[in-house]
């Protein structure tokens, strides 16, 4: 299981640390990326960091201010967000690779992630 932490409500330019901690399977073994849904809308795919951290994407909305990491040790993965937008409001929940070994392996990565932990909200508003 999957759960992520961290969301809030900040104002636009402010920054966020989100926080998604796996209980059960060890995240090593997998690639692992964070998603954001607004209602109404697809579920989109924000970034991924490989099972080795080597391998790292953003979306084109993100990139050059939101950062991926993980800390396996701690079976935890973050999400360093910076100068948030209003557009950056969403419910943010983190996923795994099902095991396909292609969890953050080309753009389509998103494509792989077939469930999703709960989620935090994060808004950006004046």
């Known amino acids: 299981q999957l759960q992520a932490s961290g969301g809030g409500l900040v104002q636009p330019g402010r920054s966020l640390r989100l926080s998604c901690v796996a209980s059960g399977s060890p995240l090593s073994y997998y690639g692992i990326g964070w998603f954001r849904q607004v209602p109404g809308k697809e579920r989109e795919g924000v970034s991924c960091i490989s099972s080795s951290g080597d391998v790292i994407y953003y979306s084109d909305s993100v990139r050059g201010r939101f950062t991926i990491s993980r800390d396996n040790a701690k079976n935890t993965m973050y999400l360093q967000m910076n100068n948030l937008k209003p557009d950056d409001t969403a419910v943010y929940s983190c996923?795994?690779?099902?095991?396909?070994?292609?969890?953050?392996?080309?753009?389509?990565?998103?494509?792989?992630?077939?469930?999703w932990g709960q989620g935090t909200q994060v808004t950006v508003s004046t």
């Open positions: 996923s795994h690779d099902p095991g396909t070994g292609k969890g953050c392996y080309d753009k389509e990565w998103p494509v792989v992630y077939k469930s």
